[in-house]
């Protein structure tokens, strides 16, 4: 069964909407696998600090299923239909990895591309799968994460 990785973030109703992403996505995959959550600052755009982290599952849904779910999942938490890219939001869900799939077509990307661009995203996913090799770059998510470039870094891992 193939595992399934997907970041998280929220930056209103930080506290109210990770805990309900959790809930949700546990509710509809099972056991989930959690890395620390971590405040950083938004990027693209001037608003709050979010929260993010990344959660692995294993699946046998298909992985257009899969990110179907999670749009539904967005959905319930409030996050408007036709929200924007950089924008603030309730709850963004975005999948990441899906065993070594790789697939690039106008609305699924796998792997996402953010997951080498952005340390909130690569920081979580290499804390729950330092191990594991990303599929196109054949790089372990430890080793990709060292050699991150953390100078103008502000980001932190918080108690949730």
Known sequence: MPTAYVSMGSNIDRDKNIRKGLSALTAQFGKLE???????????FLGEPFYNLVVGFTSTLAVKQISQALRQIELACGRPEQ?????ARTLDLDLLLYGDLIRCEAELQIPRAEITRYAFVLEPLAEIAPNLIHPIIHTSYQVLWDAFDKTALKQQRIIF
């Open 83 to 87: 929200a924007q890219k950089f924008s």
């Open 34 to 44: 959690i890395s620390s959550v971590y405040e950083s600052d938004s990027v693209g």
